[in-house]
Protein backbone atom coordinates (compact mmCIF):
# COMPACT_ATOMS: atom_id res chain seq x y z
CA UNK A 1 0.00 0.00 0.00
CA UNK A 2 1.28 3.38 -1.14
CA UNK A 3 2.10 6.29 1.54
CA UNK A 4 -1.19 8.15 0.14
CA UNK A 5 -3.24 5.24 0.84
CA UNK A 6 -1.91 4.85 4.09
CA UNK A 7 -2.44 8.31 5.03
CA UNK A 8 -5.85 8.81 3.40
CA UNK A 9 -6.81 5.61 5.74
CA UNK A 10 -5.72 7.11 8.98
CA UNK A 11 -7.32 10.42 8.38
CA UNK A 12 -10.53 8.68 7.62
CA UNK A 13 -9.93 6.72 10.56
CA UNK A 14 -9.52 10.13 12.60
CA UNK A 15 -12.52 11.42 11.31
CA UNK A 16 -14.68 8.46 12.04
CA UNK A 17 -13.64 8.05 15.45
CA UNK A 18 -14.28 11.56 16.24
CA UNK A 19 -17.96 11.21 14.83
CA UNK A 20 -18.51 8.15 16.81
CA UNK A 21 -17.27 10.15 19.90
CA UNK A 22 -19.98 13.63 19.19
CA UNK A 23 -22.74 10.69 18.30
CA UNK A 24 -22.00 9.23 21.86
CA UNK A 25 -22.03 12.69 23.56
CA UNK A 26 -25.01 13.53 21.63
CA UNK A 27 -26.88 10.71 23.08
CA UNK A 28 -25.71 11.19 26.76
CA UNK A 29 -27.13 14.53 26.05
CA UNK A 30 -30.29 13.47 24.86
CA UNK A 31 -30.61 11.10 27.23
CA UNK A 32 -30.29 13.83 30.02
CA UNK A 33 -32.90 16.32 28.17
CA UNK A 34 -29.72 18.90 27.40
CA UNK A 35 -30.29 21.01 24.29
CA UNK A 36 -28.18 20.08 21.36
CA UNK A 37 -27.62 22.15 17.97
CA UNK A 38 -27.50 18.39 15.95
CA UNK A 39 -29.20 15.41 16.35
CA UNK A 40 -27.22 12.19 17.00
CA UNK A 41 -29.56 10.84 14.41
CA UNK A 42 -27.93 13.41 11.58
CA UNK A 43 -24.21 12.55 12.70
CA UNK A 44 -25.05 8.67 12.28
CA UNK A 45 -25.88 9.74 8.54
CA UNK A 46 -22.99 11.76 8.13
CA UNK A 47 -20.92 8.94 9.31
CA UNK A 48 -22.09 5.78 7.33
CA UNK A 49 -22.02 8.23 4.10
CA UNK A 50 -18.44 8.61 5.10
CA UNK A 51 -18.40 4.77 6.15
CA UNK A 52 -19.49 3.32 2.91
CA UNK A 53 -16.96 4.91 0.44
CA UNK A 54 -14.67 2.74 1.99
CA UNK A 55 -16.41 -0.08 0.99
CA UNK A 56 -15.51 -1.41 -2.17
CA UNK A 57 -18.49 -1.04 -5.07
CA UNK A 58 -20.88 -4.38 -5.49
CA UNK A 59 -19.36 -5.84 -8.68
CA UNK A 60 -20.98 -5.87 -11.52
CA UNK A 61 -23.25 -9.12 -12.14
CA UNK A 62 -21.76 -11.21 -14.70
CA UNK A 63 -23.62 -10.31 -18.49
CA UNK A 64 -25.55 -13.00 -19.19
CA UNK A 65 -24.46 -14.99 -21.64
CA UNK A 66 -27.09 -14.83 -24.21
CA UNK A 67 -27.57 -18.36 -26.43
CA UNK A 68 -27.26 -17.95 -30.23
CA UNK A 69 -29.99 -20.18 -31.75
CA UNK A 70 -28.23 -21.85 -35.22
CA UNK A 71 -29.05 -20.14 -38.06
CA UNK A 72 -31.58 -22.40 -40.27
CA UNK A 73 -30.09 -24.13 -43.07
CA UNK A 74 -29.83 -22.06 -46.37
CA UNK A 75 -30.13 -24.12 -49.34
CA UNK A 76 -28.53 -22.67 -52.64
CA UNK A 77 -30.94 -24.34 -55.50
CA UNK A 78 -28.89 -26.77 -57.40
CA UNK A 79 -27.38 -26.01 -60.68
CA UNK A 80 -29.21 -28.15 -63.62
CA UNK A 81 -28.04 -27.65 -67.35
CA UNK A 82 -30.02 -26.16 -69.30
CA UNK A 83 -30.78 -28.53 -72.56
CA UNK A 84 -30.08 -31.57 -70.32
CA UNK A 85 -32.68 -34.69 -71.04
CA UNK A 86 -34.60 -36.26 -68.18
CA UNK A 87 -32.26 -39.11 -68.64
CA UNK A 88 -29.54 -36.70 -67.46
CA UNK A 89 -31.55 -34.58 -64.63
CA UNK A 90 -32.53 -37.87 -63.20
CA UNK A 91 -28.74 -38.91 -63.09
CA UNK A 92 -27.68 -35.16 -61.63
CA UNK A 93 -30.65 -35.48 -59.14
CA UNK A 94 -28.74 -38.88 -58.11
CA UNK A 95 -29.93 -40.23 -54.57
CA UNK A 96 -29.96 -36.59 -53.83
CA UNK A 97 -29.48 -35.34 -50.22
CA UNK A 98 -30.33 -31.79 -50.65
CA UNK A 99 -32.52 -31.71 -48.24
CA UNK A 100 -34.09 -33.05 -44.95
CA UNK A 101 -36.59 -35.07 -46.71
CA UNK A 102 -34.35 -37.74 -47.88
CA UNK A 103 -34.24 -38.80 -44.35
CA UNK A 104 -37.90 -40.26 -43.90
CA UNK A 105 -38.23 -40.79 -48.39
CA UNK A 106 -38.60 -44.27 -49.52
CA UNK A 107 -37.96 -43.87 -52.84
CA UNK A 108 -37.26 -40.62 -54.81
CA UNK A 109 -40.70 -40.08 -57.25
CA UNK A 110 -39.06 -38.10 -60.15
CA UNK A 111 -42.01 -38.10 -62.35
CA UNK A 112 -43.31 -40.97 -65.55
CA UNK A 113 -45.00 -40.27 -68.61
CA UNK A 114 -43.85 -39.28 -72.30
CA UNK A 115 -40.74 -37.29 -72.50
CA UNK A 116 -41.72 -35.10 -75.79
CA UNK A 117 -45.65 -35.02 -73.99
CA UNK A 118 -47.56 -31.76 -74.86
CA UNK A 119 -48.97 -31.81 -71.78
CA UNK A 120 -47.93 -31.81 -68.09
CA UNK A 121 -49.52 -32.41 -64.98
CA UNK A 122 -47.51 -31.15 -62.26
CA UNK A 123 -48.82 -32.02 -58.86
CA UNK A 124 -47.30 -31.20 -54.96
CA UNK A 125 -45.83 -33.93 -53.46
CA UNK A 126 -45.52 -37.82 -52.99
CA UNK A 127 -47.96 -39.40 -50.98
CA UNK A 128 -47.28 -43.01 -48.95
CA UNK A 129 -48.33 -45.12 -52.68
CA UNK A 130 -46.00 -42.93 -54.35
CA UNK A 131 -43.24 -43.30 -52.31
CA UNK A 132 -43.58 -46.68 -51.60
CA UNK A 133 -43.53 -47.04 -55.41
CA UNK A 134 -41.40 -44.41 -56.87
CA UNK A 135 -44.29 -43.78 -59.56
CA UNK A 136 -46.35 -40.48 -59.45
CA UNK A 137 -49.86 -40.73 -58.77
CA UNK A 138 -50.58 -44.35 -58.24
CA UNK A 139 -52.88 -43.79 -55.25
CA UNK A 140 -56.31 -43.23 -54.86
CA UNK A 141 -55.82 -39.82 -55.97
CA UNK A 142 -53.98 -41.37 -58.85
CA UNK A 143 -56.65 -43.49 -59.72
CA UNK A 144 -59.08 -40.53 -59.72
CA UNK A 145 -56.48 -38.67 -62.27
CA UNK A 146 -55.73 -41.72 -64.74
CA UNK A 147 -59.43 -41.33 -65.21
CA UNK A 148 -59.50 -37.69 -65.70
CA UNK A 149 -56.85 -38.09 -68.03
CA UNK A 150 -58.82 -41.00 -69.93
CA UNK A 151 -61.33 -38.90 -70.55
CA UNK A 152 -59.84 -37.15 -72.25
CA UNK A 153 -58.90 -39.82 -75.00
CA UNK A 154 -55.27 -40.04 -73.80
CA UNK A 155 -53.48 -42.77 -71.14
CA UNK A 156 -50.96 -41.38 -68.70
CA UNK A 157 -48.48 -42.72 -70.85
CA UNK A 158 -48.96 -40.00 -73.48
CA UNK A 159 -48.61 -36.97 -71.01
CA UNK A 160 -45.78 -36.23 -68.47
CA UNK A 161 -46.84 -36.50 -64.54
CA UNK A 162 -44.47 -35.51 -62.14
CA UNK A 163 -44.66 -32.85 -58.47
CA UNK A 164 -42.87 -29.80 -56.96
CA UNK A 165 -41.16 -32.08 -54.57
CA UNK A 166 -40.05 -35.51 -55.50
CA UNK A 167 -39.69 -37.51 -51.60
CA UNK A 168 -42.51 -37.62 -49.49
CA UNK A 169 -43.10 -35.08 -46.58
CA UNK A 170 -43.89 -37.08 -43.27
CA UNK A 171 -47.30 -37.15 -42.90
CA UNK A 172 -48.02 -35.85 -46.13
CA UNK A 173 -47.54 -32.35 -44.52
CA UNK A 174 -47.30 -29.38 -47.05
CA UNK A 175 -43.43 -28.63 -48.36
CA UNK A 176 -41.55 -26.48 -46.68
CA UNK A 177 -39.55 -23.85 -48.47
CA UNK A 178 -36.31 -24.80 -48.00
CA UNK A 179 -37.58 -28.58 -49.67
CA UNK A 180 -38.97 -26.60 -52.79
CA UNK A 181 -35.98 -24.53 -52.89
CA UNK A 182 -33.96 -27.65 -53.42
CA UNK A 183 -36.36 -29.45 -55.53
CA UNK A 184 -37.80 -27.42 -58.06
CA UNK A 185 -35.09 -26.60 -60.01
CA UNK A 186 -35.02 -30.06 -61.29
CA UNK A 187 -38.91 -30.00 -61.90
CA UNK A 188 -37.92 -26.74 -64.15
CA UNK A 189 -35.20 -28.77 -65.98
CA UNK A 190 -37.86 -31.36 -66.79
CA UNK A 191 -40.14 -28.58 -68.23
CA UNK A 192 -37.14 -27.31 -69.83
CA UNK A 193 -36.80 -30.68 -71.73
CA UNK A 194 -40.23 -32.09 -72.18
CA UNK A 195 -41.50 -28.85 -73.71
CA UNK A 196 -44.87 -29.50 -72.69
CA UNK A 197 -47.53 -27.07 -75.19
CA UNK A 198 -49.37 -27.07 -72.10
CA UNK A 199 -49.45 -27.30 -68.22
CA UNK A 200 -51.85 -28.84 -65.57
CA UNK A 201 -50.64 -27.63 -62.38
CA UNK A 202 -53.34 -30.02 -59.71
CA UNK A 203 -54.26 -28.13 -56.56
CA UNK A 204 -52.90 -25.17 -54.58
CA UNK A 205 -49.20 -25.75 -53.67
CA UNK A 206 -48.57 -26.72 -57.23
CA UNK A 207 -50.39 -24.04 -59.18
CA UNK A 208 -48.58 -21.11 -56.71
CA UNK A 209 -45.26 -22.69 -56.99
CA UNK A 210 -45.33 -22.63 -60.59
CA UNK A 211 -47.18 -19.23 -61.27
CA UNK A 212 -45.19 -17.47 -58.12
CA UNK A 213 -48.76 -16.37 -57.17
CA UNK A 214 -50.45 -16.62 -53.82
CA UNK A 215 -53.86 -16.04 -55.22
CA UNK A 216 -55.93 -19.47 -54.74
CA UNK A 217 -56.82 -22.47 -56.76
CA UNK A 218 -60.86 -21.06 -56.85
CA UNK A 219 -59.46 -18.26 -58.48
CA UNK A 220 -56.95 -19.22 -60.82
CA UNK A 221 -58.64 -22.07 -62.49
CA UNK A 222 -61.20 -21.76 -65.28
CA UNK A 223 -58.49 -19.91 -67.53
CA UNK A 224 -55.05 -20.26 -68.72
CA UNK A 225 -52.12 -17.94 -67.25
CA UNK A 226 -48.63 -17.66 -68.77
CA UNK A 227 -45.46 -19.49 -67.27
CA UNK A 228 -42.32 -18.83 -69.50
CA UNK A 229 -44.60 -18.50 -72.84
CA UNK A 230 -46.16 -21.61 -71.51
CA UNK A 231 -49.74 -22.01 -71.16
CA UNK A 232 -51.07 -23.30 -67.70
CA UNK A 233 -54.52 -23.92 -66.56
CA UNK A 234 -54.61 -24.49 -62.71
CA UNK A 235 -57.59 -27.20 -61.61
CA UNK A 236 -58.62 -28.83 -58.88
CA UNK A 237 -55.94 -31.99 -57.32
CA UNK A 238 -58.04 -35.39 -57.57
CA UNK A 239 -57.79 -35.65 -53.71
CA UNK A 240 -59.55 -32.65 -53.01
CA UNK A 241 -62.01 -34.28 -55.59
CA UNK A 242 -62.04 -37.41 -53.73
CA UNK A 243 -63.26 -35.23 -50.72
CA UNK A 244 -65.29 -33.15 -52.72
CA UNK A 245 -66.71 -34.80 -55.94
CA UNK A 246 -69.12 -32.07 -56.80
CA UNK A 247 -65.89 -30.22 -58.40
CA UNK A 248 -65.78 -32.56 -60.13
CA UNK A 249 -67.87 -30.39 -63.26
CA UNK A 250 -65.86 -28.51 -62.39
CA UNK A 251 -62.14 -30.16 -63.06
CA UNK A 252 -63.86 -31.03 -66.19
CA UNK A 253 -64.21 -28.02 -67.75
CA UNK A 254 -60.90 -26.59 -67.10
CA UNK A 255 -59.38 -30.47 -68.86
CA UNK A 256 -62.06 -29.55 -71.82
CA UNK A 257 -60.34 -25.86 -72.36
CA UNK A 258 -56.63 -27.72 -72.20
CA UNK A 259 -57.95 -30.20 -75.13
CA UNK A 260 -59.06 -27.63 -77.05
CA UNK A 261 -55.53 -25.20 -76.33
CA UNK A 262 -54.33 -28.55 -77.80
CA UNK A 263 -56.82 -29.06 -80.71
CA UNK A 264 -57.27 -32.41 -78.96
CA UNK A 265 -60.97 -33.98 -80.29
CA UNK A 266 -63.41 -33.88 -77.51
CA UNK A 267 -64.59 -37.42 -76.70
CA UNK A 268 -68.26 -37.86 -77.91
CA UNK A 269 -69.21 -39.13 -74.38
CA UNK A 270 -67.89 -35.58 -72.96
CA UNK A 271 -69.55 -33.30 -75.14
CA UNK A 272 -73.45 -33.24 -73.39
Not at 135 to 140: A, D, K, N, S, T
Request: hydrophobic share 35%; charged share 25%.
Amino acid sequence: MSKTETGSKSGKDAVLGFLDDAINSLRHAQKHHRMARISAGALENARKGLDDQSAPAPAEPPMKETAIAPSQEIITPPAVPLGSTLEEIRETLGDCTRCKLHSTRNKIVFGAGNPHAELMFIGEAPGADEDAQGIPFVGRAGKLLTKMIEAMGVTRDDVFIANIIKCRPPGNRDPEKDEVTACKPFLLAQIEAIKPKVICTLGNPSTKSILNTTTGIFKMRGRFHDFDGTPVMPTFHPAFLLRSPNYKKEAWEDLQAVMAKLNWPLPETRKK
